[in-house]
């Protein structure tokens, strides 16, 4: 960091990403600092700034020495686990400020010395207590899964073995003798300690509905095109296997589009207003990539304008719209997206975006980190 970019953040003053303090003593206090942007997205900590006039008050050679010790202390010893952090010096208008940059970390929840874990809330941090927040940190941390956790009212009879037997013959192309398949289906993380794990469940289970109620596609077709409308003409709660949502959802959309003679003669077969290729696409897509740990519903919502699939859920791992649309991917759940290829139409590459949208590039992507949910819009053709 060098004295332009300095002034650039005092004049911003502080933010989720920044943060002024005119010195520092406690080793605890700025260790739990660092945990709340550890375990957010990452910032700075402008040491020699006064943070409620944003000026800079600077400090001594003194104080650089001692606050080298105290944060290599605070980074190791108060923390759960360490944080990398790096220091520079930044002369400033004759006054010096120490510049402490803090990642984002790749082993969250990060904690303090007395297990608790904070994060940034604007410019301040606060402390995290709830189990959806914890579970969400240690799945950004790579340490959980949402469609690994065990159900923990079900029992191995809950699964359909013979359906799996059946999938995992054809794909394998080995038998599975039914005293060994608890042993394959715990490997392959649809089953833990005799329970159905949400993986398990979404693809094999008898009860899916019972199992996982949260877990269904809310399909509504509405009269007009305003979604605060009260009318509709059509509204389905579709429940079940993940093969079995996607065939309902897909048999819900198609039927109520248009087939267009699009420049074919009389005795043509009118095309699909808009691709069937779309649909797939971004069904699956929807039902694969959306996010276990939200107890909420996919969903389909027809206008006599517009088709909305809308996925709980903001992207993972930082991914954004312009990501995606050039084919870059982060694969959130990685059992479920590993079965998919052989039971869904879903290949996997990270394409499936891609090919939708060079069939339909209207398409509309939205990322809704607010609302907790990726919305695909795709515009229906005006009627004439």
């Given amino acids: 960091m060098n004295s332009v970019e300095l002034k650039g953040l005092l004049e911003h003053g502080e933010t989720t990403k920044v943060q002024f303090k005119s010195n520092v003593n406690n080793e605890q206090s700025i260790a739990q600092e660092m945990i709340a942007f550890a375990n957010t997205k990452g910032g700075v900590i402008l040491i020699g700034v006064d943070d409620k006039s944003w000026k800079v008050s600077g400090l001594s050679d003194d104080d650089l020495r001692r606050l080298t010790n105290l944060l290599v202390n605070a980074s190791s010893q108060h923390v759960q686990e360490p944080i990398f952090i790096e ?69 191995a009879g809950d699964l359909d073995i013979e359906k799996f037997k059946a999938f995992y013959e054809a794909k394998y192309k080995e038998t599975v003798e039914n005293e060994k398949a608890e042993k394959y289906l715990q490997n392959l993380k649809l089953s833990l300690d ?43 709660n579709l429940s079940g296997t993940l093969d079995k949502l996607y065939r309902e959802g897909y048999d819900f959309i198609v039927p109520k589009l248009d087939s267009l003679q699009a420049g074919q003669s009389f005795n043509s077969i009118g095309k699909l207003e808009i691709p069937e290729i779309v649909i797939t696409e971004l069904l699956v897509n929807a039902l694969i990539h959306r996010d276990y740990f939200i107890n909420d519903s996919v969903k ?49 590459a990270g394409s499936g975006i891609l090919r939708a949208l060079l069939a339909y590039p209207s398409i509309q992507l939205i990322n809704d980190a607010e609302g907790r949910q990726f919305k695909a819009i795709i515009p229906r053709p005006e009627k004439k």
């Fill in 194 to 236: 005799g329970k159905v794990t949400i993986a398990g469940a979404l693809l094999f289970g008898k009860r899916a509905e019972k199992l996982i109620p949260a877990f269904f596609i809310t399909a509504i077709w509405f009269r007009g095109n305003d979604i605060t409308g009260t009318e509709y003409r059509s509204s389905k």
């Fill in 300 to 348: 389909i919502f027809i206008f006599d304008n517009r088709v909305e699939i809308i996925s709980p859920g903001k992207l993972p791992n930082s991914l954004t719209e312009e990501q995606i649309r050039k084919g870059i991917r982060r694969t959130r759940n990685a059992v479920i997206a590993s079965f998919a290829p052989d039971i869904l139409e879903y290949r996997g």
């Fill in 87 to 155: 220091t520079a010096v930044v002369d400033y208008e004759g006054k010096k400020v120490l510049a402490v940059a803090v990642p984002e970390g790749t082993a969250k929840p990060y904690k303090d010395k007395d297990g608790i874990v904070y994060m940034k809330n604007g410019a301040n941090k606060r402390k995290v207590t709830s189990n959806e927040e914890i579970s969400r940190l240690l799945q950004s941390g790579g340490y959980l899964h949402a469609e690994e956790k065990v159900i923990a009212q079900s029992s």
